[in-house]
């Protein structure tokens, strides 16, 4: 149902945009979110937008990443900026279609999963 794309290597301070591709439009999923996970380490919520456009943000990104979804084209984003090496992570999209409880940012509300797209990020 998700499908990401948009990774890649960048140097520290550039950008990336993710894309995610939703099965259905993105109006009708009650949240959609970004996750990573780098390795050896748990998968953590990075940026949530719920159905009415309303975003949740990690403290960690804040002010640097911004989620954004576009309901027409079935598609989900994440413009990463002032990237930093603690960046570098596998970047998973996910879908909540509704029912769940719980923080936005936790990964168990969400029914849902991409198959991941890697970040990688120079000094």
């Known amino acids: 149902q998700l499908v990401e794309s948009g990774g890649g290597s960048v140097q520290a301070g550039g950008s990336l945009r993710l894309s995610c591709t939703t099965a259905?439009?993105?109006?009708?999923?009650?949240?959609l979110a970004w996750f990573r996970q780098a390795p050896g380490k748990e998968r953590l919520g990075v940026a949530a937008?719920?159905?009415?456009?309303?975003?949740t943000y990690a403290d960690s990104v804040k002010d640097r990443f911004f989620i954004s979804k576009d309901n027409g084209a079935n598609t989900l984003y994440l413009q990463m900026n002032s990237l930093k090496p603690e960046d570098a992570a596998m970047y998973y999209c996910?879908?909540?279609?509704?029912?769940?409880?719980?923080?936005?940012?936790?990964?168990?509300?969400?029914?849902?999963w991409g198959q991941g797209t890697q970040v990688t990020v120079s000094p």
């Open positions: 259905a439009t993105t109006y009708t999923y009650t949240y």
């Open positions: 937008v719920a159905w009415d456009g309303t975003t």
């Open positions: 996910a879908a909540d279609v509704g029912g769940s409880a719980g923080p936005v940012l936790d990964t168990g509300r969400y029914d849902y």
